[in-house]
């Protein structure tokens, strides 16, 4: 009983004591007219004649640095005075050319002479031509004709450049919470044609 007594004798605050508690001073302001010359390079407070000489000529020199650097344009790996390259891209549409409008595989497709494209795969030899009768649309030299649902008499002819197999494609099934997962792969036979005519 007396070890807690004498504490709370020594602590102001366990005994009851009122006392307000100072509250900290803060930071004395120091003026640099007060200080002498010494105290002000002591402190730093002030630049002296020679650091803001120095400062000034810094900065005249970034600005004529400035001054003789060409503007960058773009990106800035560019300078100004340098004739900025025509855009890889012609002024107006593409013209279109003599085209026509093939189904093959239960697709479509726009083809040109001198076009190549794959499609899924026909039977024939590399190196052998092959007729497309499946003509929808051809077009590019005056009204366009419209089959319905093909056009008669128009044929596309077509060499077979190769026959291979495309990408594989992953097909995944699952059903949540019944444990069922199922992968499997696959592989589209192609074939790549070259189209040599547009016989209208």
Known sequence: MSDSTN?????????GSEEPIAPEAEPATISAETLTDDEVAATGAVESPEEVAATTDDAE????????????????????????RAPNR???????????????????????????????RLEGDEGSEISLNRVLMIGGDGAPRIG?????GVAVTATIENQYRGEKIIIFKMKPKKRYRRRTGHRQNLTR??????NA
Request: charged share 25%.
């Open 7 to 15: 504490e709370n004798a020594q602590n102001p605050i366990l005994a």
């Open 61 to 84: 020199r970034m600005v004529a640095t400035a001054a003789a650097t060409p503007v960058m344009a773009g990106r800035g790996k560019r300078s100004a005075d340098r004739p900025r």
């Open 90 to 120: 012609p002024d107006g549409p593409k013209p279109i050319g003599h085209f026509a409008v093939i189904e093959t595989g239960g697709k479509q497709y726009r083809v040109s002479v001198g076009d190549k494209i794959a499609v899924e």
């Open 148 to 152: 319905a649902p093909m056009l008669d």
């Open 193 to 198: 044609l070259s189209i040599t005519a547009i």
